[in-house]
């Protein structure tokens, strides 16, 4: 949906040679453009050349929900041995989001930001509210204040948007929304006008110190960036080090201003309510509202290059629509599609820079991408021209090499974790939705307890 009446330009030719240049970059999403944005902003003159395998915008950056937060996922293992996070590292995330909204509008990029906040509910079920308090806390914990995350009564949820099960939510301002294929799109329109050279359809097979072997060229360069997240493929660095699971989204026909009079969205916020499953809504530019959800997996940790999710997949993303806004019944789904995010063994997203073999990347967002795209393309172009700064002193910054990284254990015991945490995930929401917080439900969300990752 989100590319449908897209102008797109015409793509790059591929890269068919030998070149040099001062920095070369792998992957054509947001954390490779806007890390080619940042260098040439901090060196105008620099040769910042960047190859995609497929079209820009091909991977999570032209499929996702459109949430550019300012946070992180997996923020506790950042925090110090207080269990607070560092004050510096709380401004970072704070005002990433109106910084990042100062540089689209500098740079002309219209993707429909909206910068509205993100309503975080308890909207299906009594555990839910247990679960939104524990979040407010687990904030306040790490040094957050009310003005960042904040307890939204229930009738104060019901004022932003009408859930059929309105418990309270925890609302943070720290959240816009985005069209995402806008925002590729433009991005790479900015760095092509700042001299980045763009090579498309170039895949890269072998990346080592100082050297990139493609499929039909190479290019020499004295530092590299690997940005490919959840498609880190065989013959990458990052591959089984970044393994990729799938998410997906359905979106409504438009709705009339009725019909979002009885919803809500008046902000334009962005939302979830609090299923493990991690669901994310939006409503566009174009009167639609976007639900998703993950996360399943590919056997063999394969990333999803096909565009379309499964029938079944789909109706199971439009229960979740009605079940959260019964007022959607009769409304017509219009577009079901899919994609991989890059998931990392630490459950929590990394900058690596190794000045030994002048490599580095950015990722492992767990499906928190936007934003986060944003802080580490600006934190790797610091690290890659040697700038002293305080975002090169963040505690996700890491200064060694990509092979330490911690490997997923071979194939098939992710697929099986994955699948048998999913199954517990939906047999406790069946047994809540039944029975209410009964015996069973209670054992069924100890065990999930265990194993979430988060």
Known sequence: MWWDGLFRPEPEPPLETTITADYAIVGGGYTGLWTAYFLKRKQPNADVVLIEAQYIGYGASGRNGGWLMGTLEGLAAFADNKGTLPAAARGQLNTLVSRAGQVLAKEGIHCDFHHGGCVMAAARNASQIARAHETLAHFQRLGFSEDDYRWLTPKALTARVQVANPGGAVFTPHVGRVQPAKLVTGLARVVKALGVRVFEHTRANNISPGHIDCDRGSVSANQIVIATEGYSEVGNPLHRRIIPVQTGMVVTEPLTDEQWSDIGFHDNETFADFTRAATYLQRTADQRLVIGARGNYLPGGRPQHALADTTLIAQYRQRIA?????????????????????????????????????????????????????????????????????????????????????????????????????????????????????????????????????
């Not at 040697?386 to 002193?393: R, V």
């Not at 092979?403 to 994955?418: M, N, V």
Request: hydrophobic share 40%; net charge negative.
């Open 322 to 454: 009605l079940d959260l806004f019964p007022q959607l019944r009769g409304v017509r789904f219009t577009h079901n599609w899919g994609g991989s995010v890059g998931v990392p063994r630490s459950w929590h997203p990394h900058v690596i820079y190794d000045p030994f073999s002048r490599i580095g990347t950015a990722g492992g967002y767990i499906g928190e991408g936007v934003g986060a795209s944003f802080l580490f393309g600006e934190t790797l172009a610091a690290l890659l021209t040697g700038e002293s700064s305080e975002l090169s002193k963040m505690p996700w910054v890491q200064q060694r090499a990509l092979a330490e990284l911690r490997r997923w254990e071979p194939e098939p015991f992710p697929q099986l974790g994955l699948k048998a945490t999913m199954l517990a995930f939906d047999a406790e929401e069946w047994l809540l939705n039944r029975y209410g917080e009964s015996l069973p439900a209670r054992a069924m969300g100890w065990l999930c307890d265990q194993l979430d990752p988060h």
